[in-house]
């Protein structure tokens, strides 16, 4: 996190940054429409270094030249968009043939075409920048209107715009409409499937587990990664009851029904008791779902269950872990989520607040992997 002093950039520069914060939710909608109406798509389809008139892109995306007008002008001041000159070949003069001035046609008239600039770019192609742009606009956009309200209540006053009968919105993932719902997961898995990649052969490399507790396995990416990697694991997947159900059936698909399981329960109630023979309880982006105090009350009651020695290995995406800017306002924005839709009260959370939580419930550090995936951490402890 790069620390300014309040003379690291000119008057201008604040008032344009401030300015494109003011009008930033213009900006956003824009792009969505543009990706609606196949604007975006007509141009990411371009050749290297051509572009395309108003009235073409009208006509191949199928959107109104009005529609087009609009949202190009807002694209290009927003740098969205790059207007500039067609070069197109001149006709015959007196004398042969004349040199036209640029972007002069043979009826006489200029044509200016558009393209992708670097930022249209990373919009219309980046996976990266496609991901937190769906979850963006299809998960958290409206509901972020009632900010305020969760930030004084401790609840997600936000999933209103999805449901008025749960109080988080975990429960409901497998219910939400389909946008929402794919954006989700798509989300979900986008970084924590890369993460998977490393940490799986790092985790049997330094604990060659044969019992695996994954808390808040979700729909079973890890667990059957993991079963998949080593023929001689077993997997559990401890999970709320609409999460486990959504598991079995990709348990099933995947043929892997005798060595990966689901063990229904809610971990922030009493009851029933957690399973015991683990040598390592995994816990994959699971406890930014929740407040500091129930952090506290989760890992305590593992500790509780857990053999001694046995691992807790827990992968974050912590803010004070990011190798640059864009990465940290990436996390910090984040957040928000958790605060306006999810639970009220959780977040990403700090390395340096994590890992004395964890430590004060029972388990010491022993290891850290930093800069794993796409800005994950996976914090190793040991049952005291």
């Not at 008032?15 to 609606?36: N, Y």
């Not at 073409?56 to 969205?80: M, Q, T």
């Not at 930030?151 to 449901?163: A, D, M, Q, S």
């Not at 964890?358 to 800069?371: Q, T």
């Amino acid at each position: 996190m790069t620390i300014q002093k309040f003379s690291d950039i000119s008057a201008m520069e604040a008032l344009r940054k401030a300015q494109s914060i003011a009008m930033g939710p213009f900006v956003f909608q824009a792009v969505a429409a543009m990706e609606d109406l196949g604007i975006l798509k007509v141009l990411s389809e371009l050749p290297p270094g051509e572009s395309i008139t108003r009235e073409e892109l009208s006509r191949k995306s199928g959107a109104s030249l009005y529609a087009v007008g609009v949202l190009a002008d807002l694209a290009v001041s927003a740098d969205i968009l790059i207007e500039q000159e067609k070069t197109v070949t001149g006709a015959s003069g007196k004398g042969g043939r004349r040199k036209k001035n640029p972007g002069e046609n043979d009826t006489g008239k200029v044509q200016r075409g558009l393209t992708l600039s670097k930022v249209g770019i990373y919009l219309a192609q980046d996976p990266m920048t496609r991901v937190n742009l769906a979850f963006a606009r299809h998960v958290c956009y409206q509901g972020l209107y009632y900010l305020t309200e969760s930030l004084k209540t401790g609840r997600p006053e936000g999933l209103r715009v999805f449901t008025e009968d749960h109080v988080t919105i975990y429960p409901f993932l497998r219910f939400l409409p389909e946008k929402a719902r794919d954006a989700w997961f798509a989300f979900d898995h986008f970084y924590s499937d890369r993460l998977f990649q490393t940490a799986i052969p790092e985790l049997f490399k330094r604990f060659h587990p044969r019992v695996i507790y994954d808390v808040g396995g979700n729909t079973g990416k890890f667990a059957l990664a993991a079963a998949d990697y080593d023929d001689a694991v077993r997997v559990v997947i401890i999970d709320l009851p609409e999460q486990c159900l959504a598991a079995l059936g990709n348990i099933k698909k995947a043929g892997m029904g005798d060595r990966v399981f689901v063990f229904p329960a809610n971990i922030l109630e009493a009851v029933p008791d957690l399973p015991i023979d683990a040598d390592v309880w995994w816990l994959s982006q699971f406890l930014d779902c929740f407040s500091a105090e129930q952090i506290s009350f989760i890992v305590s009651r593992i500790a509780r269950s857990a053999q001694p020695g046995a691992i807790l290995a827990v992968n974050e995406i912590l803010g004070d872990r990011q190798k640059n800017d864009v990465a940290s306002l990436v996390v910090d924005a984040g957040s928000l989520y958790f605060t306006a839709l999810a639970n009220g009260v959780s977040r990403f959370y700090h390395a340096s607040e994590l890992i004395p939580l964890i430590e004060n419930a029972g388990f010491a550090l022993s290891g850290e992997l930093d800069h794993q995936g796409l800005g994950h951490t996976v914090l190793f402890f040991r049952k005291k």
